[in-house]
């Protein structure tokens, strides 16, 4: 891989995709999909592009995650017909919005508590409607979610009762994975977000209730607890683009990077200090995953291992130079960053690569559909 | 200050904008430049609104300050003709936006090293233009910024040779006051960012060099060293909203922040935890601005000292609450996050609430241009 993807000056900072990565990441995972006879249904919040949600069901996904609502209307509105909401829908203004949006796609919802359940039982039932749910499960995330075993079976058995839901099974996101030291750890998280979901779902079957789904999410763990039995469907996001933290994790390689940042050096006030023009407006502060602190800095300089990114305000990039470098005030650098998902939700669009230039330009649709 | 602002359901979640205390906190400092007879040059870059700039030149406002060319560019689209561009302006691509915004409006951007002003020198002579300057000083914050003394004469006497370019003097943003202990510390800080400024500009005078402005920022700083004899602009931004670290830094009091959030308790998984429908790409994951980590937790939910926003994963917000608490899901909370800049980059609009109705939706018209 050489250090650049784009062979040519660009109006930095450019957040870049590289087509042909993108691809094969997009491929391998239908791949996997298909091999354990899963249903595969990505997380679009990674990238929120219509353009790859529609890669994505062209390689044999079943339909898209969305992190919310406004995410799945804009889907919709991009022609996408099968969207689960991974997310409770509370309040008037949005059981509106999803009884509109379900006339244009087959929408399903989560749940886990009673009082979400009973306002969309109402409002479902003063309108002869059904809304399609799957119960959330806390699979160690200590998120949203219900607890495995008997808090699981109650509201489960309750869930079913209510008039205008129909309930479609049980779901999870162990995004706990984030936080682990390394790939063994992954796998222990993994084999327990399986396992975990499975044995709810029999114990559920023993007591006579229905739980077709058996859905499963994350990067990181999806390859091992997609393998556990009886779980039915994937819901996998960063993929896509992995970043910094799947690196750390153990999940992906550098060549399976498939977004950076390029970004260039615009003063050197210091002998060991470079100001680029990207900062937390670009890369987000993240240092992994729902909050973890796994890796240090901002992201990695490709091809520059003197360079750390040791702090960013808004628009500056500091980077901290230790020993002899090459670079110069007027370069452009590539950065893979800590996380890639909140870098596609800063940029108003993706600068698409393929062999050194840049081959389109795709608007960040669902950006900002945080309601 | 009652809890809420909004008195009836909101679509959640949603940023407000308090129009009366946002009127009042662009008063006071138009009042206060007055009365020490400088320049106010606010810094758009808390709020990127044409709406809020406006209000603000017509407060007394000599023009805007942005953090880059493409901030800029849609202000001036918006009718505001005078900006400094508080950014090196480096490569081909931004010299030519830089000489077409200049058609239509007045424009001047910050030099802190030769590379840079020999390529804005060389572009702007070869095409007979002259670009108007300042140059920047480090006055403590270490990113951007010439050293005061010997280096800062040096440099400025160099760029005051190149064609093309207009030296008008001298500018610096004191941003390490946001990592201070306290009002003492951000006073210490002030008076040194006002006196340091004030002495290279002396320096440059002594060596027959003009340095009309002597220009500084920051809205911790900028009572202090906007009095300091010599001082003749200030570029506050933040003052607009304010926020939890003006109020940690006792800058600010909760009745001055004129930007909250509100959003609503989705789930209630544990007795001693709550899940909102806001998390980092609503607050984002600063704990102070340029990465200072001040304050604890992710933001203040007004009137429930009980809740601590404990967590940020991307659309969950996780509050710890200790002790009772009156608050169930469905409830609406307003929250006054740690740093407002990145809250209001991240939305695409902000509601205006007057008298506890929403009287307007204002368009981030600004956001997200950081190239």
Chains 1, 2 share one sequence.
């Not at 000056?9 to 094969?24: C, F, N, R, S």
């Not at 679009?44 to 994505?56: F, L, Y």
């Not at 006579?208 to 499963?216: I, N, Q």
């Amino acid at each position: 891989m050489p250090n650049h993807w784009v062979h040519h000056p660009i109006d930095t900072p450019a957040v870049l995709v590289h087509q042909e990565i993108l691809q094969k990441n997009i491929h391998d995972m239908a791949v996997f999909a298909k091999t354990y006879h899963l249903a595969l249904r990505p997380h679009i919040k990674t990238h929120k592009i219509p353009e790859i949600a529609r890669m994505q069901l062209a390689a044999g996904a079943v339909g898209v995650t969305t992190a919310k609502l406004g995410e799945a209307e804009v889907m919709a509105a991009h022609g996408i017909t099968d969207i689960l909401i991974a997310y409770p829908i509370i309040g008037k203004e949005k059981l509106k919005r999803l009884e509109e949006l379900r006339k244009i796609a087959k929408v399903m919802t989560v749940v886990d508590g009673r009082e979400q359940a009973l306002e969309l039982s109402q409002y479902a039932n003063e309108r002869n409607l059904q809304f399609e749910v799957l119960m959330e499960m806390d699979s160690g995330l200590r998120r949203c979610g219900v607890l495995p075993g008997q808090d699981a079976l109650a509201l489960y058995r309750e869930l079913a009762e209510l008039p205008g839901i129909r309930l479609q099974g049980i779901m999870t996101h162990a995004g706990h994975a984030y936080g682990a030291t390394g790939i063994d750890q992954v796998r222990e998280i993994a084999l327990q977000e399986g396992t975990i979901m499975v044995e709810t779902a029999q114990l559920l079957r023993e007591a006579d209730l229905a739980a077709p789904e058996v859905s499963v999410g994350s990067t990181p763990t999806v390859r091992i607890s997609g393998q556990v039995e009886g779980v039915t469907e994937i819901r996998p996001g960063n993929y896509v683009f992995n970043d910094l933290t799947q690196i750390r994790l153990g999940v992906a390689t550098q060549d399976q990077c498939a977004l950076r940042v390029a970004t260039r050096i615009v003063s050197k006030p210091a002998e060991d200090r470079f100001i680029i023009d990207a900062g937390a407006k670009t890369f987000a502060l993240d240092q992994g995953a729902h909050g973890t602190t796994g890796v240090s800095g901002y992201g990695r300089v490709v091809g520059h291992p003197e360079c750390t990114i040791a702090r960013l305000s808004e628009e500056h990039g500091i980077v901290i130079v230790q020993g002899a470098t090459k670079l110069q005030v007027g370069d452009i650098i590539e950065i893979i960053p800590n996380h890639s998902c909140p870098v596609a939700n800063l940029t108003n669009e993706v600068h698409v690569v393929s062999r050194g230039v840049v081959s389109a330009v795709w608007k960040v649709a669902a950006r900002g559909k945080t309601s």
